[in-house]
């Protein structure tokens, strides 16, 4: 019996010397746990309680100078889903749930979707966005069903004007997978744009999008398992967006818009003494509230393929041929370079045969204009002068002096993708067309047509420059953003050059100028100059407007101020395929400046 | 009165006694900080622990021989038990394991722990003059009955402590070295088998989840990475004041019940975890001397066999909270909050104290 009892206690000791190492082995994994990874566990255990959710700051209004809304953020009520921890066929379920007792269209879900996709750091994403009181009390009586959705106030961006203004404020628009990267990449952003879901897209939401935005704070604080709060750790406020007021007045948005209603084209006006816009018009538009919250497929395919392109921005992003709105810059660098003076004139046939060719070019005007100086050549836009000038002035002084007026150059407005387009010169032909420069191409540029594109917006500052005769500072969309410009800053150009030409554009109204259907109706002393642009050049083929494919006609420019006397606004207008300057796009100026004096008197 | 605590005193081994009361005063307060002094389980298990320190008086006074030779008809009880379980237990969890008895929820295989045991030892006497082999498969068919009930329960945990209670005996009994290896190799053989047509996919979640609890954080992996969390955020002397605990902001659940040693590790550190290790070892210690010392081999059989219980369970839990072993519902032995583990281990001592007393009446 002995015997038996060594077998087991040796038995026993081989059980407890197995369970030993097992022992062991726990205590290495202790030591593992407790001490060589302490640091890590415990930082693990703190990020398991604490939980930093984003305030976002509220974005910057936007008024127009006379404190009339444009850009506005409605309180609205959101669905939110709290998308932690969630399978797509879970949130389908909750999502497939409130359907049976909220509408939540297809659009609504797809975008639901697409941000959960591209928002790695968002916990709750809204699915339905501004719920009517009807629907929020209906969701509040059944709360209890869906533990992970919540009721959330947000801001809504709204534009109360958007038609009207749809290109100068452009609008804003969820956060792209495009602009995260960007975001992403800079730390100071990333902190701004916590939590926040939009961001702006065009125009002046775009342009001023961190004076408007603000930055975004955050509240740190302790949560338990179940997510409940425990406590505040840490609470930074969110810093406001700023407020904008701009140079813009809401009355001449509307009524601007009203006049180029039928038309394509676009018209901006400034207040010549300190470069502010007051009107900034493109037609046709768009409702930028239809982006705010993700356009609709069917909504966003109507606006991209529609051929007229509403959402082009006529003002600064596309540019024209400017025509014979050129001729008063060309006429000062002509002054300035003696190659013409107040009493030079030249007999015109209504033809100009370019000198050492037998190369004929027309005037407008088949009978020509006869005995023709300066001041008549502006007001009656004589060709046949200004290609006379243009080849005595020579392309490259050509393109200098009308350099000094912002041509080929952007006005430096506060806008996204401004267009600077193109001043011809020999320079600029030989980088872009590896080709030397011709003749016949002066005397195309002297009536701003060839290579010669412009945008409205530049135009108008080049008239703002030629009319206070010195350097203008950019175009400005805020209201009294450069008040004290008029100071001490050097002249362009003699200031009887100046006259002179002014003295051309004052004609043009009168009863020999081009818009010489004003000239018993001109209160307001509008002065300015018509433009015609080529769109198409018609080889062999008289030009007859009546018989002419729409895309193909003329576009139809006028540039000019007012009063005569004492400039005080200047205006661009062009109308695509719009035919004369004088019979469309001078009609509508015209109006736009009457309505000007009549509403600010 | 005075004289009846002193007859009980009398026949209890004193170390052995002040041990267990020392674990029964940490598995208190460990319950406490879980789930807080003013809650019910806390009170609960205050009641448990004496209702059970009163079954342990009572059964250091029992007679043993009166065990063994029911013993027959107590392991018929208990599978029994395990079979009206099967049928009226109360479903927790997907899983049928207790018997609701109104003020107490029985789990009836822990009484298996116990029973199992007492059976095969009294056999062992009956088998004495029989063939050993023969001995070892009436031993392991007796111990695999209760093992495939409790695996259709299911509870794998519960049912392989007891198929191991009797594999233990078979051990301890003198099994021959070639039939442990060909024991071995049969359950190598028997593996893939097991692990396609036996195991859930929930217990074949938990063991893969084990090599890598991070691919799966959220189902079965949470338990072990927050307990990890618990654990490794105690450190050297536990997690201070200043940061929030696990169990506190409930990140970690069940901590009163299968991960209280979790708590124990967060709150008191890895010198707390070694103090405690301390303080069972020297409860194991006496056991073992108890054990070891005993004069009849059955006895000392018994004896051994419910102290290996105790160790592997005890091992088994906190290898399972430290996310060393996949998680099957094997409480802290003394620990954990609950009646019925309590009451069973509670007993086996006094059985192995009674044995202790009685041994100089009984010697082979």
Request: glycine residues 6%; charged residues 20%; hydrophobic residues 45%.
């Amino acid at each position: 019996m002995l015997n038996s009892r060594f077998i087991l206690v040796r038995r026993f000791n081989i059980l407890l010397a197995i369970l030993s190492l097992f022992l062991l082995l726990i205590a290495i994994r202790l030591f593992w746990l407790q001490i060589y990874k302490n640091d890590f566990y415990l930082e693990r255990s703190k990020s398991n309680s604490e939980r930093i959710e984003p305030i976002k700051s509220l974005r910057g209004l936007i008024f127009d100078r006379n404190d009339n809304i444009l850009a506005e953020n409605i309180l609205t009520y959101n669905l939110e889903v709290d998308i932690e921890n969630k399978s797509t066929e879970d949130l389908n379920n909750i999502i497939g749930e409130l359907s049976t007792i909220l509408s939540i269209s297809e659009h609504e879900r797809d975008l639901f979707f697409k941000m959960r996709s591209e928002r790695k750091f968002l916990r709750e994403i809204p699915l339905k966005i501004n719920i009517n009181n009807e629907e929020l009390t209906f969701f509040v009586s059944k709360k209890f069903l869906f533990p992970d959705v919540t009721i959330k106030e947000d801001f809504l961006r709204s534009y109360p004007h958007g038609i009207e203004n749809a290109h100068l404020i452009g609008f804003i628009n969820r956060i792209s997978k495009k602009d995260l990267e960007k975001i992403e990449n800079d730390p100071e952003m990333l902190d701004a744009y916590f939590g926040m879901t939009h961001i702006g897209k065009q125009g002046i939401e775009n342009s001023f999008e961190n004076d408007l935005r603000g930055k975004s704070g955050f509240k740190k604080i302790r949560v338990n398992a179940k997510n409940s709060f425990i406590a505040e750790i840490e609470n930074k406020k969110a810093l406001d967006g700023q407020d904008l007021i701009l140079s813009i007045d809401l009355d001449l948005q509307r009524k601007s818009h009203e006049l180029l209603k039928n038309y394509k084209g676009s018209l901006i006006m400034t207040d010549i003494s300190n470069s502010e816009v007051l009107a900034y018009q493109s037609n046709p538009s768009f409702d930028p509230n239809l982006f705010v919250n993700g356009i609709s497929f069917a909504e966003w395919d109507k606006l991209n393929l529609d051929p007229d392109k509403p959402m082009l921005d006529r003002v600064t992003n596309a540019v024209y041929p400017p025509g014979s709105t050129i001729k008063p810059f060309l006429s000062i660098a002509g002054l300035e370079n003696n190659i013409i003076n107040e009493d030079y004139s030249i007999s015109d046939p209504g033809f100009y045969k370019l000198p050492k060719t037998k190369k004929i070019f027309m005037d407008w005007k088949k009978e020509g204009h006869g005995n023709v100086n300066i001041v008549k050549a502006i007001a009656e836009s004589c060709d046949v002068y200004f290609y006379d000038l243009a080849y005595r002035l020579g392309i490259e002084k050509m393109s200098d002096g009308l350099r000094k007026f912002s041509f080929g150059q952007k006005t430096g407005i506060n806008l996204p993708s401004e267009k600077k387009g193109i001043l011809p010169s020999l320079e600029w032909k030989l980088k872009h067309h590896k080709k030397k420069w011709n003749a016949y191409e002066t005397i195309n540029t002297s009536i701003g047509q060839g290579d010669f594109l412009s945008s409205p917006a530049q135009l108008v500052h080049g008239l703002n420059i030629l009319l206070n005769n010195k350097p203008m500072p950019p175009l400005s969309l805020i209201k009294d953003k450069f008040s004290d410009v008029s100071l001490g800053v050097k002249k362009i150009t003699d200031e009887k050059y100046i006259e002179i030409v002014k003295r051309g554009m004052q004609e043009v109204t009168s009863s020999n100028g081009t818009f010489r259907s004003i000239a018993n109706n001109n209160n307001n002393k509008i002065a300015g100059k018509t433009g015609t642009a080529q769109v198409f050049s018609l080889k062999n083929q008289a030009y007859d407007e009546n018989n002419i494919a729409d895309h193909l006609k003329d576009h139809s420019l006028f540039i000019g101020y007012a009063p005569y006397d004492n400039p005080q606004v200047s205006i661009a207008v062009i109308i695509e395929n719009g035919g004369h300057g004088s019979t469309v796009a001078a009609p509508i100026a015209k109006k736009m400046l009457d309505f000007y004096f009549e509403t600010t008197k | 009165m005075n004289n009846f605590f002193t007859f009980l005193f009398s026949r209890t081994d004193k170390q052995l006694f002040i041990f267990l009361l020392i674990i029964l005063f940490f598995s208190l307060n460990l319950i406490g900080q879980a789930v807080g002094f003013d809650s019910s389980f806390f009170f609960k298990q205050l009641l448990f622990i004496f209702t059970g320190l009163i079954i342990f008086m009572l059964v250091s006074i029992l007679n043993l021989r009166f065990l063994f030779r029911y013993s027959l008809i107590i392991y018929i009880l208990s599978i029994l038990l395990l079979l009206l379980t099967a049928f009226f237990g109360t479903e927790i969890n997907g899983s049928k394991r207790w018997l609701d008895f109104g003020i107490f929820k029985l789990q009836s295989s822990e009484i298996l722990k116990l029973t199992l045991p007492i059976f095969l030892v009294s056999l062992i006497d009956y088998f004495k003059n029989r063939s050993q082999t023969l001995t070892e498969l009436v031993f392991l068919s007796i111990s695999f009955i209760p093992f495939f009930i409790i695996l259709n329960q299911p509870d794998l945990g519960s049912g392989l402590i007891i198929l191991f209670s009797g594999l233990i005996i078979i051990f301890l009994n003198g099994l021959s070295l070639k039939k442990i290896l060909i024991g071995i190799l049969g359950f190598l053989i028997l593996l893939p088998y097991a692990w396609i047509n036996i195991l859930k996919d929930y217990q074949k979640g938990r063991i893969l989840n084990l090599i890598d609890p991070f691919s799966n954080p959220l189902d079965g992996g949470y338990h072990a990475i927050q307990s990890s969390i618990a654990i490794g955020s105690g450190g050297l002397f536990g997690k201070s004041s200043e940061f929030s605990s696990q169990h506190d902001l409930l990140f970690l659940p069940e901590t009163h019940t299968d991960f209280i040693f979790a708590v124990l590790s967060e709150n008191y550190g890895f010198l707390g975890n070694i103090i405690f290790f301390l303080i069972f070892f020297l409860f194991v210690y006496r056991l073992i001397i108890i054990s070891v010392n005993l004069h009849s081999h059955s006895h000392r059989l018994l004896a051994m066999t419910y102290v290996m219980i105790f160790i592997l369970c005890f091992l088994i839990n906190i290898a399972m909270v430290t996310g060393l072993f996949p998680i099957v519902g094997i409480p802290l032995p003394l620990i954990s909050y609950g009646g019925s583990s309590l009451f069973i281990y509670l007993i086996m001592f006094a059985l192995i104290n009674s044995l202790n007393y009685n041994k100089t009446l009984i010697a082979d």
